[in-house]
C-alpha cells in the first residue's frame, strides 16, 4: 500500500475555498485514491474517490494529476461544520483478500468564522 | 435504510473484565469491518470478517481480543481480560460485496473506558 504524506493541520474562514493535498510518490498502476472525513466523536464518513483527471460529488472536487503522484481535495466555500480531519487512503480496489483500509494521521481542517 | 448500529456507544470497564462491541452492518452488507481508535491517533484496522469468516486478522492483537461474525446476528468484538492501553473508541465498518472495498461505512463507535 502506497504511503501517503498530508499536512498535519490547516486552517481556514467560513466561506473560502479549502484545498488539501496530499502525497502519494509510490502509488501504484492499480491504485486509487479515495478521502474520508471524521468529525470529531464519529465515525469517518467517505466522501469522494478518483483514479486520474477530477473528480466532483456534491460534497467535494478531487484533483489528479497525470503523474498521480499527489492529489488535492478541494472544499468549496467551507463552513463551520467542514471543521474536521480529512483522510487521504491509496490503495488497490481490487487488493485480493482483504479491504482494510490504512489510514494516516490525516489533516485537521479548523474552520473559524 | 439504517446506517451501521453499534451498541453500546459507551462502555466502561475495571480491568479485569470483559468489554463485548456489538456491530450491525448496513441491510445487505455482508463485510464488516472494525477500527480502533486510540486518543489522539489515528484509526487502525483490527480485523475483516464476511459472515462465519475471518479474512484478515493481521491488525488484531494476538491476545484476549476475538472477533466473529455469525450467520445470524451482529458482529461481535471482544476483549478478555481488558486492561488500560485498550481504553479507545471502536469503530466497526460495513461493505456491500462486490462493490468498491474502499467505500466503506462507519458506525458511531464505542468508546471503551477500562478504570
Known amino acids: 500500500l502506497a504511503k501517503t504524506t498530508q499536512p498535519i493541520s490547516m486552517d481556514s474562514y467560513e466561506g473560502q475555498e479549502v484545498n488539501i493535498t496530499c502525497s502519494h510518490n509510490?502509488?501504484?498502476?492499480?491504485?486509487?485514491i479515495t478521502w474520508y472525513q471524521q468529525f470529531p466523536s464519529q465515525g469517518p464518513r467517505f466522501i469522494i474517490q478518483?483514479?486520474?483527471t477530477k473528480v466532483t460529488n456534491e460534497v467535494a472536487s478531487l484533483f489528479i494529476p497525470a503523474d498521480r503522484k499527489s492529489s488535492t481535495l478541494s472544499l468549496p466555500r467551507v463552513s463551520l461544520s467542514d471543521t474536521a480531519v480529512y483522510y487521504c487512503l491509496v490503495g488497490d480496489m481490487n487488493g485480493g483478500a482483504t479491504n482494510k483500509l490504512i489510514f494516516g494521521t490525516g489533516t485537521l481542517l479548523a474552520v473559524q468564522p | 435504510n439504517a446506517g451501521v448500529m453499534q451498541n453500546p456507544r459507551h462502555l466502561v470497564r475495571r480491568r479485569g473484565q470483559e468489554a463485548r462491541l456489538r456491530c450491525s452492518p448496513m441491510?445487505?452488507?455482508?463485510?464488516v469491518y472494525w477500527y480502533r481508535q486510540l486518543p489522539e491517533e489515528g484509526l487502525k484496522f483490527m480485523v475483516y470478517?464476511?459472515?462465519?469468516?475471518?479474512?484478515?486478522e493481521s491488525g488484531m492483537p494476538k491476545e484476549r481480543f476475538s472477533a466473529e461474525f455469525p450467520k445470524e446476528g451482529p458482529s461481535i468484538l471482544r476483549i478478555q481480560q481488558v486492561v488500560r492501553g485498550d481504553s479507545a473508541a471502536y469503530f466497526c465498518a460495513s461493505s456491500p460485496p462486490g462493490i468498491d472495498p474502499y467505500e466503506q461505512y462507519f458506525g458511531p463507535g464505542t468508546r471503551l473506558t477500562v478504570t
Open positions: 478518483g483514479y486520474k
Open positions: 470478517l464476511q459472515k462465519e469468516n475471518i479474512i484478515d
Open positions: 441491510k445487505g452488507h455482508s463485510h
Open positions: 509510490n502509488i501504484a498502476t492499480n491504485d486509487y
